[in-house]
């Protein structure tokens, strides 16, 4: 059951992102320029995954009924939720981009230039690390 409900906020996750980018492109880029745009828009949908991703924490990991995953389990379960978030965006970023969109492999992986300040990686890094950031701020928090 948790791995299905952690597919079906992945979904989420992608419906949300889908949303935020046409959002940006039609209200952030006109009045920001697109640089700015991209930033405050991956700075908004991170805020908003975390968000997301505490709350499935604290509901699958440390409710009455994750209670029951003892702590080097719980850690290593909030691991894998961060990497198969994470691999499944790209698989999907990628797969959708190449085979759908038609995009090329050097615009796939432009958004992958932080230091042309393209910050995506920023929301790879969200998916990866918020499941275990959450459980640490999370079993801190019940000390």
């Not at 006109?30 to 709350?55: D, K, N, W, Y």
């Not at 009455?64 to 290593?76: D, E, H, I, L, S």
């Not at 499944?88 to 959708?96: D, K, Q, R, V």
């Amino acid at each position: 059951m948790f791995w299905l409900c952690a597919t079906l906020l992945w979904l989420l996750f992608a419906v949300l992102a889908i949303g935020l980018g046409a959002l940006r492109v039609t209200l952030l880029e006109p009045l920001m320029g697109e640089p700015a745009a991209h930033v405050l828009g991956t700075l908004v949908g991170c805020s908003l995954f975390f968000a997301l991703i505490f709350r499935f924490v604290g509901w699958t990991m440390f409710s009455a009924q994750g209670q029951r995953f003892p702590t080097a389990r719980r850690k290593n379960r909030l691991v894998a939720l961060g990497l198969f978030w994470t691999l499944a965006t790209i698989i999907f970023e990628f797969g959708f981009g190449r085979l759908v969109m038609g995009h090329s492999w050097a615009r796939l992986l432009a958004d992958y230039n932080f230091l042309a300040g393209r910050v995506w990686v920023l929301v790879l890094l969200t998916l990866y690390a918020g499941p275990r950031l959450a459980g640490w701020v999370i079993a801190r928090r019940k000390r």
